[in-house]
């Protein structure tokens, strides 16, 4: 899932400082499941733009919605029955949702609540990190079903590094080397020999170095 | 000139069973502040975050949390959770430039103890030197 993480509650509050009425929009997508952006989210930062508001002398009357997705038209169209009754959307939900609002409502002011920080998954509870970095040109197959480009904090190709001490990287001792790992885990299943492969220069512009990605299903257009 | 803060007390059923047995008037005798107002909970971990911002929305100066010790709650981890949710407004309130003391955890024993009262007299006495809860708004 995408995971978010909410920004500062001044940096809020300063974006719609000039706003009287607010549309405060979760998502019950990936936001909703790390706790970003979901309902319950949206009803800790409608009390605290209220709180922060007021601090500086200002009043401000908050609508709170949550849409099923905010990556979808349909549920963006959903916004319609709040019709006149905001001058602002601030969007508790990922980059893609605040993007779909401005893409969709042209002259709709959006701001968006949450940082946008990477794929992952929950490692313990209120721990998510990072798996996959969308690069679309995957090499699961490859490494083991580890993903260097995502967890290696070089994204190197041909790994390890040499910098690795007990399996821990150097960068981030607290994180494994996933090259380490990526070597036991392939000689476990019986596929030590795919470590002497040399990876190829990568072709990085599948990983958005060639600009906005599309993916185009034919099958599902009509 | 004088202030009494407006103080929101939020404690479980098993730290506050001295309120059901001495009532108001007795409590007062014992030395709790007036102003501090009392919402019993079955368990602090019911307690969500949107609660206590909202006592700071209704106005309160001071919030605070009575729950059971953290490694023997009732309810096992009830009250660490409930001190996660205080820390989570701690960090909320520093954000916004308000003092993060203004919220406090208190992990307290079960039934009747002194300390029930004197959680109350030090958020009185904190708050009150702090003065009214700049969330309140600035004076135009």
């Known amino acids: 899932m995408i995971i978010a993480e909410r920004k500062p509650i001044n940096e809020i509050v300063n974006m719609v400082s000039d706003a009287k009425k607010i549309l405060l929009l979760g998502c019950r997508g990936c936001v909703t499941v790390c706790s970003a952006g979901g309902e319950r989210e949206v009803e800790i930062l409608s009390s605290l733009i209220k709180l922060g508001m007021q601090k500086q002398g200002k009043s401000v009357e908050i609508i709170e919605g949550t849409l099923v997705r905010q990556c979808d038209k349909e549920y963006i169209d959903s916004i319609e029955q709040w019709k006149g009754q905001y001058d602002a959307i601030v969007s508790m939900a990922c980059g893609v949702g605040v993007n779909f609002i401005a893409n969709l409502m042209p002259s709709t002011r959006v701001y968006p609540a949450v940082n946008t920080s990477f794929f992952g998954g929950s490692a313990d509870q209120g721990v998510w990190t990072e798996q996959c970095a969308g690069c679309g040109d995957c090499v699961l197959h490859l490494t083991g079903g580890l993903c260097p480009v995502a967890r290696c904090a070089k994204s190197l190709m041909n790994g390890p590094c040499g910098g690795s001490v007990d399996g821990r990287c150097e960068i981030h001792p607290d994180v494994e080397c996933i090259w380490q790992s990526i070597h036991d885990r392939l000689g476990r299943t019986g596929n030590a020999d795919a470590m002497k492969a040399i990876a190829p220069i990568r072709d990085w512009s599948t990983a958005g170095h060639g600009g906005p990605r599309k993916t185009l299903r034919d099958d599902l257009t009509v | 000139m004088s202030f009494t803060p407006d103080i929101q007390a939020f404690c479980c059923h098993y730290t506050s069973q001295q309120t059901l047995a001495e009532g108001k008037e007795g409590l007062k005798e014992d030395g709790m502040p007036e102003n501090v107002t009392l919402n019993r909970l ?15 929305e209704d106005g309160a100066d001071g919030v605070y949390v009575a729950g059971c010790p953290a490694d023997t709650c009732h309810n096992v981890k009830g009250s660490q959770r409930a001190a996660k949710r205080v820390a989570a407004i701690k960090k909320a309130l520093s954000e916004l430039d308000v003092e993060p003391e203004r919220i406090e955890m208190f992990h307290l024993e079960r039934g009747f103890h002194p300390e029930f009262i004197e959680a109350a ?7 009150t030197e702090l003065g009214p809860c700049p969330l309140k708004g600035e004076k135009k």
């Open chain 2, 42 to 56: 079955v368990c602090t971990g019911k307690l969500q975050v949107s609660t206590l911002l909202k006592a700071f």
């Open chain 2, 121 to 127: 007299q030090v958020m009185n006495k904190r708050i």
